[in-house]
């Protein structure tokens, strides 16, 4: 049995082509977003999950639970797909280093929950339940992991990943 290529959607050419130019220049940061949407999956359903049972009353602990499991899982996609094409270090001392920056950004994506609860009050008795989670979601999984977003790329990309190998053989 013969293995046959998928047959691609018939695509205008001028579309065709601006999509490979962008996948070509931005590939690595598409991957790496779509890297990040799946840890974001996993952290709002650990957080979600955390905060509702277990720790009900330790949302920021929740929270850094969440994103330690989502940067585990983070660092075997983006190692192994976003990164793959880089290098620069063995990998232990990649993944000190992956593990390093992904502390810092815990607590850049724990800062906006910290503030939203313990200086803005925004939590119960102050609020009422459904503004505490609403002020929760969005501090924590919006804020948040956008900020932690923008510092792990740049952080990544300079001290994780650092030098382009060029393609695997």
Do not use: C
Request: proline share 6%; aromatic share 10%.
């Amino acid at each position: 049995m013969t293995h046959q290529r998928a047959r691609a959607l018939p695509l205008p050419p001028a579309i065709r082509d601006r999509a490979a130019r962008l996948a070509g220049r931005h590939g690595e940061f598409v991957k790496f977003a779509l890297v990040g949407a799946i840890a974001f999956v996993v952290d709002t359903a650990v957080f979600v999950t955390a905060k509702s049972t277990v720790l009900e009353p330790k949302p920021v602990t929740a929270k850094v639970l969440a994103v330690l499991v989502a940067t585990i899982v983070g660092y075997v996609l983006n190692r192994e797909w976003s990164f793959r094409l880089r290098g620069g270090h063995g990998r232990p001392h990649e993944a000190l280093l992956y593990f390093a920056v992904s502390g810092v950004a815990l607590a850049v994506n724990a800062a906006p929950l910290w503030f939203s609860r313990y200086v803005l009050d925004l939590a119960q008795p102050a609020v009422s339940s459904l503004t505490e989670h609403v002020a929760d979601l969005v501090s924590a999984q919006i804020i948040g992991t956008l900020l932690a977003m923008v510092f792990r790329w740049w952080a990544f990309r300079r001290w994780v990943f650092p030098d382009e190998v060029g393609p695997l053989r």
